[in-house]
Each structure stands twice: as C-alpha cells, then as structure tokens.
C-alpha cells in the first residue's frame, strides 16, 4: 500500500484484530445507567415493565433511535444535523400527500418519501463541502424551511386516509415486538457493519478525527461527508414514515424538537461532538435510555415541562462528559 493510499485509523473505534470488544469503558457507562433506570421505574411503577407499555416503548425506540443512528454519522464526521426534526414532519406529509392526494401506492409513496430525504441530504452534503457552508447553518436553514414545507402541504390540517400498508408497518407485532421496533434492531446491525467493518465506514472517523490528513492520504473526504448527510436524512424520512403509520395521518406539527433528542442519544452514547470518535452501540443504549427515561416520566404522571428539563439535563450531562473525555485524550496524546 503506498504513502498516498494510507488512511488514518479511528481512535478507540475500530477493533483490533483479536476480536471486538461487545463494550468499553463508554458504552459500559450508559449501559449500567439503562439498567438502573428502568430498575427504578419499574419498583415505582408495575406497569412501567408490562407488555404493553413496552411494546410503546419499542415504537418510541424506533423514532428515536433511527434518528440518532442517522445523526450520528454526521458527528462521526465533525458536522451536525439540525434539520432531522423538521425532515421527519415533512416526510410524513409528504408520503401522506402522495398516497392521498397524489394517488400513488402505498409502496411507492413511500420509496418517493426516501428517494426525497436522500435528495436532501445531497442538498445538505454539497452546502458544506462544495459551497462551504457550516453544518449548523445549512442544517438550520431545512429545520425552518421544511417545518414550513409541511404546512403549506397541509395547509394546517393533518392528511387521513392513507393506506394499510402504512398502519401495518405500526401495528404488526413477530413474536410481541413492534415492527418498528426490529427495523431499527436491523437498521443498528447494518450501521455497525458499515462503520466498523468496512474500508469507506472508516473514513468516515478518519474524517471526523482529522479532515486534512484524510485528504492528504487520498481519502475522498467531500464523498464521505456527502455520505453521512444523505444517511441522516434518509433515516429521518423513514422515521417520518413510521410516525404517519402510528398516528394514520400526515401531521405537520409532529417531531418538533427532536433533533435535540437524537442528538442527546448520539451524544450519552459516546459520540464525541468533535467528531471522529463513537460506537454504534453507545448510540443504540444512548436511545434506549432516553425512551425509558421519557416512558418512566409518564408513567410516573410527571409533568411534560419537568420532562423537558429532565432531557436538558440529561443533554447537559452527556456534554460535559463528552468535553471532560475530549480533554482526558488530549493529555495523553500530549
């Protein structure tokens, strides 16, 4: 292999070649808070633990969860997504409108609402690398601009009617567990592959930890980077689909703030915000813990104000720990 063709290897992210370790010393941190917490809410509450209440957890999860795995890799690569959020409400019309309004299959409705949430992540992808514009600001300007996009579609008011298809894909169960719930088990398995196991998965924390000694190795960095926004994106329009399939109509007001949730998930799990650093592991426990802290809260009867400064606090803490770690790196490779 020559000079050129070299790449830098991800920190603390790529296993050695003895094996993978299942977790390290970051997922291990938020995978005992799991434990503990829903330990808690479970002696506070029966019905926290029941069936029921975990199949709605499952469903949560999925939102959450694909949302953050998405997120993810935008960080891994030194950006951010503010935009998921308002994707999810737009892609939820969206597929909403097409099946209603449009005429077009369930099947196909969805598979335009996709191809449209990848197209915005190459919107995304070359604002930042061709144009130079920062993440935040390309990022915030589709939060605002989509919001706006699915009301116009709507006019306000939600689209009803869609088709089966969409209500099956929320209420069918495989052996008690929501579909939802296993497409996000599957979309975790095929993230872990890709950013672990594969040559292009790890450039993407080769850019993240280092954008111009990934350049000067050959890596195509504008790809990579390009890559993780259409990821993102694309994961928020399949989110969008699941939250129409639960609620059986295309609602504009739905998914506000969530990019704050997802990114909090990434963030607990251990991906660093300086990028280049996280597991998909992390990310998946780091959504689980919110889903459980969220379903806990409600559970308990606890107030949605409480409930949101509960997750500020939650967001807090994870970047705290994320700068304290950060600094702890930087003095051993001092």
Same mark, same amino acid.
Request: with cysteine; net charge positive.
């Given at each position: ?151 116009? *579609? &709507?006019? @306000?008011? !939600?689209?009803?009617?869609? %088709?089966?298809?969409?209500?099956? $894909? +929320?209420?069918?169960? #495989? ?71 639960? *609620? &059986?109509? @295309?609602? !504009?007001?739905?998914?506000? %703030?969530?990019?704050?949730?997802? $990114? +909090?998930?990434?963030? #607990? ?66």
């Amino acid at each position: 292999m020559t000079a050129t063709q070299t790449e830098p290897a991800p920190p603390d992210t790529v296993p050695e070649r003895g094996g993978p370790l299942f977790l390290r010393g970051k997922e291990v941190g938020v995978v005992g808070a799991v434990v503990v917490v829903f330990a808690v809410f479970a002696l506070g509450n029966a019905n926290f633990a029941g069936l029921s209440n975990l199949q709605t957890m499952g469903v949560d999860l999925a939102q959450y969860g694909l949302l953050a795995l998405g997120v993810s890799f935008v960080i891994i690569t030194g950006g951010i997504d503010l935009s998921v959020g308002s994707v999810v409400a737009l892609s939820g019309v969206w597929s909403a409108w097409l099946n209603v309004h449009a005429g077009l299959p369930d099947v196909v409705a969805i598979a335009v609402t996709l191809v449209t949430g990848a197209a915005i992540g190459l919107v995304h992808g070359f604002s930042v690398t061709i144009l130079g514009v920062p993440p935040f600001v390309t990022t915030l300007v589709t939060l605002v601009a989509a919001r706006g996009a699915a009301l116009a *579609l &709507t006019q @306000g008011f !939600p689209i009803d009617g869609v %088709g089966a298809t969409f209500t099956s $894909i +929320a209420q069918y169960r #495989i052996a008690a567990i929501p579909v939802p719930a296993l497409l996000f088990a599957g979309a975790c398995v095929l993230a872990w592959f890709f950013l672990e196991r594969t040559h292009v998965g790890r450039q993407l924390y080769a850019v993240g930890g280092n954008a111009e000694a990934s350049r000067l190795a050959g890596i195509r960095t504008r790809r990579r980077v390009v890559l993780a926004y259409v990821v993102s994106s694309v994961l928020a329009s399949a989110v969008g689909v699941l939250v129409t399939a639960r *609620l &059986t109509v @295309g609602q !504009p007001s739905v998914a506000t %703030g969530w990019e704050l949730n997802a $990114i +909090a998930a990434a963030v #607990i799990g251990g991906i660093s915000l300086s990028g280049g650093v996280g597991r998909v592991i992390g990310v998946a426990f780091g959504a689980v813990l919110l889903v459980c802290i969220n379903s806990g809260l409600v559970i308990l009867h606890v107030s949605p104000y409480y409930q949101q400064i509960v997750l500020g606090a939650v967001l807090a803490v994870a970047v705290v720990t994320d700068r304290l770690r950060a600094r702890r790196s930087e003095r051993n490779q001092s």
